[in-house]
């Protein structure tokens, strides 16, 4: 149970938070009766988006790995970590702000909507 526990650690918060969230409404109108409920389409909303996620990572690590072979077993090795401790100060710094300037833009777009 330990080495369970200890490979799921936030499947035991998970569990308490959703067992909270059931029970959360009934005992705030206890001491409110004036209090709204919960709507329990909020909680399938996030189930429903973190499965949506999980599957979108899985399907690109996927792609990855039927697609291209030869990026799977450079990033199955830990080749990149030896290329990117390899590399210059000025590389890695100006590598690490374009990723981040992509990041974003591509919260720029969202928030703006692609017009």
């Known amino acids: 149970m330990k ?4 490979k799921f650690q936030g499947l035991g918060s998970f569990c308490i938070a959703i067992i909270v969230f059931w029970s959360a409404a009934p005992l705030i109108q206890h001491f409110d009766p004036s209090a ?10 996030l189930i429903l988006g973190s499965s949506a996620y999980l599957l979108a990572v899985w399907l690109s690590w996927f792609v990855i790995q039927m697609e ?7 990033i199955d090795n830990l ?3 030896q290329d990117w ?5 000025t590389v890695r710094l100006v590598i690490v702000l374009c990723l981040w ?3 974003f833009i591509g919260a720029v777009v969202c928030l703006l909507g692609w017009r």
């Open 101 to 103: 300037a992509v990041l």
């Open 79 to 81: 080749s990149w970590l």
């Open 3 to 6: 080495k369970f526990l200890s």
């Open 68 to 74: 291209w072979p030869s990026i799977n077993e450079y």
């Open 36 to 45: 709204g409920t919960y709507d329990r389409g909020s909680l399938h909303g």
């Open 85 to 89: 401790r390899s590399a210059n100060r």
